[in-house]
Every structure is written in structure tokens, then in C-alpha cells.
């Protein structure tokens, strides 16, 4: 798949980079996907949610009314489940939510999701560029320039650039990843991919 290589003014510059098949044109796995993007959202997860067991509130265990006599069902303590304010039978505990992930698998699945993204046309590729100092509205003016303002966008670059990073954080609808941090979640999430034209090369390095 061949590319034109587009300036930070939305121009085409005359080069061209051939994407390679074996990163952007694989048969998509949808399997690895899900597995994927699934670790990627229980890696999210703080699993500090707890709730108190009847053996945890606070309540005295006084007997609350005799046994029988009282045409009620029998009764011990106010802790039990079935009043308010007792405990809440098999509740949430903390827990750590992570699970493993073959490297492969993870490949397959990022190479899954950017295939998927080549074949909607989804993907465009950005001349090396750089910012003299984080601002915001630089960064906004080469998105405006590639009619991307309004468009949920993922920027990808080959390495850490903290100018670039500083100045596209606080938008809503941008993301900025280095090769090294992209994840499958990142790609789908994403309504265009825009690689900067040093980091198609080591994605495919990569990734392959």
C-alpha cells in the first residue's frame, strides 16, 4: 500500500512510502482483538472496590428478638444480610484484574487493528516534523491544516518528543503515542491514524 507523504500545512510534499503487507494488509483477527483490547481495559482497573461482609459491620450481635413467638421469621443479628445496613453477602473484594498475553498474540492483534484501518483509509502519513516549545496552538494549526481538528486522531511518532507530547495532551479528541506505546485500544479508538513518516519503519520493525 502506497501513501502520499503529506507537510504539517496539509500539502502533499511529492514522496511517497509503501506501507508494508505484512503490518497493514494482514487477514484481521478479530480473536486477538478482543483479548487484546480486554487486557488493556482490566489493566485500567484500580480493583480497590470492596464491600463489607456481615462479618465486617459494625452492629452487635446481640440476638435482635427471641426465637419463636413472634409470627415473624427467626432473627439473630442486625448484621445479617437480609436487614439494612447489613452485610452484603459475596461482595466485591479487591483484586487484581491483569492477565497475560502471548507477545504474538499482542502483534497480531495491533497489526489486526492497523490493517483494519488501511482498509477503511483511515491512515495517513505526516512528514517528520518538530515544535521549537509546547504550544497548544501550533499544534491545533497543523491538525487545522489536515482537517483533523474535529476528528478523534491518533498520532503516531518513532520516539519520545516531549514538545510535541506537551502540546497535543490537552486535547480531547488527539492522542500522541510513540511506536513503543501503541496498544490495539489506541488504534481502534482512533477515527484516523496519522504516522509520522519516521515511524512507519519502526513500526514495521516492530511489529514484524
Do not use: C, W
Not at 29 to 36: V, W
Request: hydrophobic letters at 35%; glycine letters at 6%.
Amino acid at each position: 500500500m502506497e501513501l502520499s507523504v503529506l507537510n504539517i500545512k496539509g500539502k502533499d510534499t511529492g514522496k511517497k512510502v509503501t506501507l508494508s503487507d505484512s503490518v497493514f494488509a494482514v487477514e484481521p483477527n478479530d480473536h486477538a482483538i478482543y483479548l487484546d483490547v480486554k487486557q488493556y481495559l482490566a489493566h485500567q482497573r484500580q480493583g480497590t472496590h470492596k464491600a463489607k461482609e456481615r462479618a465486617e459491620v459494625d452492629f452487635s450481635t446481640k440476638k435482635i428478638k427471641k426465637q419463636k413467638g413472634t409470627g415473624g421469621a427467626r432473627a439473630g443479628s442486625r448484621k445479617s444480610p437480609v436487614f439494612v445496613g447489613g452485610g452484603t453477602i459475596f461482595g466485591p473484594r479487591p483484586r487484581d484484574y491483569s492477565f497475560k498475553l502471548n507477545k504474538k498474540l499482542k502483534s497480531l492483534a495491533r497489526k489486526s487493528a492497523l490493517s483494519y484501518k488501511a482498509k477503511e483509509k483511515s491512515i495517513s502519513v505526516l512528514e517528520n516534523f518538530s515544535l521549537t516549545s509546547p504550544k497548544t496552538s501550533e499544534f491545533v494549526a497543523i491538525l487545522s491544516s489536515l482537517k483533523l481538528e474535529n476528528t478523534k486522531t491518533l498520532l503516531i511518532i518513532s520516539e519520545e518528543n516531549q514538545n510535541i507530547y506537551l502540546s497535543g495532551r490537552n486535547l480531547t479528541r488527539t492522542k500522541i503515542v510513540t511506536v513503543s506505546e501503541l496498544t490495539t485500544y489506541d488504534v481502534l479508538n482512533a477515527d484516523k491514524v496519522v504516522l509520522a513518516e519516521g515511524s512507519v519503519a519502526k513500526l514495521e520493525e516492530t511489529l514484524n
